[in-house]
């Protein structure tokens, strides 16, 4: 009875070994010309690895299973954003320094460790100093606000000064009218409507022109062996309380920049206008509280 089922054994075991070589050259022939699909839990294998360059512009890629890996000692074209014509950003790079030298980075060596040391210890002496003084400092205001705490006298507003000579006084009274002139627009030489009347001690006018500006950062990174400074303008409108000087703008002098103006300052700008006011101060002759001139403070 046993007899029978050993030959279906050989038999199973026969039939096995002959339909799984078939089983992985038709898997093997299908990776081949497919991409790799997946359908419930069977996987074909991937594709195979490329291993040939490709050029592209300025930077050089390998295709490794189909996703490019960019080479690091390639300088790239300088971005300007997604779009360059709407930019208002020209970015430029220049190659400041390359690792081709041949020559051999000594460091800072022992002397640098000597000097960096010293610095070091001087530097904390001189602080500890001033530390010390500024503590003793403290003290020493702290001390006389103390005193004068206890020693000051209150004068009233209608006493001659002479009558608290040599004393710590402290007083509390109203401005006088001649220490608060009348200012107007007229004051700063800006003629036309009333356009505000005050009486004060102090006054400033503040005078700001919404103007182009150029602002540039630069900043340097490390591109392979290479390093590569990078330089961005940048034109928008803001308001400045100084004139801004257009004739230095990159936009005069590269193509490229002169289209970022035009998209951050317009197309037919030619150059901030100068101001036609300026911003000043302006404060009262004299300063005089009850019986007290206080001008000279």
């Not at 980075?105 to 010293?118: A, L, T, V, Y």
């Not at 206890?150 to 001649?178: I, M, R, W």
Request: glycine share 8%; with cysteine; charged share 20%.
């Amino acid at each position: 009875q046993l007899r029978p089922l050993r030959q279906l054994g050989l038999v199973l075991l026969t039939s096995v070994g002959i339909v799984a070589p078939f089983m992985t050259e038709a898997s093997h022939g299908t990776a081949a010309n497919q991409p790799a699909q997946r359908v419930g839990n069977r996987t074909s294998s991937p594709a195979p690895k490329a291993t040939s360059p490709v050029a592209t512009g300025a930077v050089s890629t390998t295709l490794n299973e189909g996703a490019p890996t960019a080479d690091p000692n390639a300088l790239t074209a300088p971005r300007t954003g997604s779009n360059m014509e709407n930019s208002n950003v020209y970015t430029e790079r220049t190659e400041i320094s390359s690792g081709n030298g041949g020559g051999r980075d000594s460091g800072p060596g022992i002397c640098g460790s000597i000097f960096c040391s010293i610095l070091g210890i001087t530097t904390f002496l001189v602080m500890l100093i001033l530390l010390g003084w500024n503590e003793k400092s403290t003290v020493c205001v702290s001390k006389a606000y103390v005193a004068a705490e206890h020693e000051y006298q209150t004068a009233k507003c209608d006493t001659a000064p002479g009558s608290y000579s040599g004393s710590l006084v402290h007083f509390s009274c109203p401005l006088n009218a001649e220490s608060l002139p009348k200012w107007t627009a007229e004051s700063f030489g800006v003629s036309g409507d009333q356009l505000f009347s005050t009486n004060a001690v102090k006054i400033a006018q503040r005078v700001e022109m919404y103007q182009c500006v150029e602002d540039v950062h630069t900043k340097t990174f490390k591109q392979g062996d290479r390093t590569v400074e990078e330089k961005s303008y940048t034109y928008h409108k803001e308001w400045r309380a100084t004139w801004v000087d257009t004739a230095r703008f990159k936009a005069w002098e590269v193509d490229a920049a002169r289209r970022s103006l035009d998209n951050g300052c317009g197309v037919n700008f030619k150059g901030n206008p100068s101001f036609s006011i300026e911003s000043n101060t302006l404060q009262a002759a004299t300063l005089a509280v009850g019986q007290y001139d206080l001008t000279r403070f």
